[in-house]
């Protein structure tokens, strides 16, 4: 077995006892593998254990792939924080888009999402730990951006995505994750499309399914350590 498999592998077990152990169905929770950075080799691995949903932060490095990887069939995440003048590319070229967190993304992407293409499925990212430094709307603009966001064409609302603090500490980690199923929770009543939790990395992926996580966002445990990146300049 190739590294990523005995990884990929490991991983989905991870996955499967978190849920199991919180008295989850494991097909709740899809496996987002997050290969930004890596080579198309590396998702091409991952894909021949039958891996499906890929998550990508960086524009360019994302579309050189999608490029790169048309004959298989890729669901694509974009999960990175996005400059309003490059959502077109989004809008064509993935399936999901986690990190909208204003309504001019939402608006721009509904009006460039191609007609041809089922609509795009939006997460609103929540600044969940309100840290001043991260990108997400803050909880109490949540109900207004996601309402607005709900009556755009083209575009679909399907969930709540976080980053929380980094922390080390399971009952921060829980705090958290149970604080966006709270959100998800008060929005489901006027939005019963919103079915998508998407939170958890390698860090912290026990505590996001123990509480309601529907995606799971895992790259290091997959792929193995990054090299650093620092900017995404196209
Ligand atoms: C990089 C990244 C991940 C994956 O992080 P790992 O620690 O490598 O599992 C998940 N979500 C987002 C938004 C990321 O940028």
Known sequence: MSRIAEKLCIVREQINSAAVNNHRNPEEITLLAVSKTRPSEDLRAAYAEGQRDFGENYLQESLDKIAELNDLEICWHFIGPLQSNKTRAVAENFDWMHTVDRLKIAKRLSEQRPATL?????????????????????????????????????????????????????????????????????????????????????????????????????????????????????
């Open 118 to 234: 089922p609509p795009l499925n939006i997460c609103l990212q929540v600044n969940i730990s309100e840290e001043a430094s991260k990108s997400g709307c803050t909880p109490a603009d949540l109900p207004e951006l996601a309402a607005a966001v709900a009556q755009l064409p083209g575009i679909q609302l399907r969930g709540l995505m976080a980053i929380p603090k980094a922390t080390d500490n399971p009952d921060e980690q829980h705090q958290a994750f149970q604080a966006m199923k709270k959100l998800q929770q008060q929005l489901q009543p006027l939005h019963p499309q919103l079915d998508t939790l998407s939170m958890g990395m390698s860090g912290d992926m026990d505590a996001a399914i123990a509480e309601g996580s529907t995606m799971v966002r895992i790259g290091t445990a997959i792929f193995g350590a990054r090299s650093p990146k620092t900017t995404d300049s196209k």
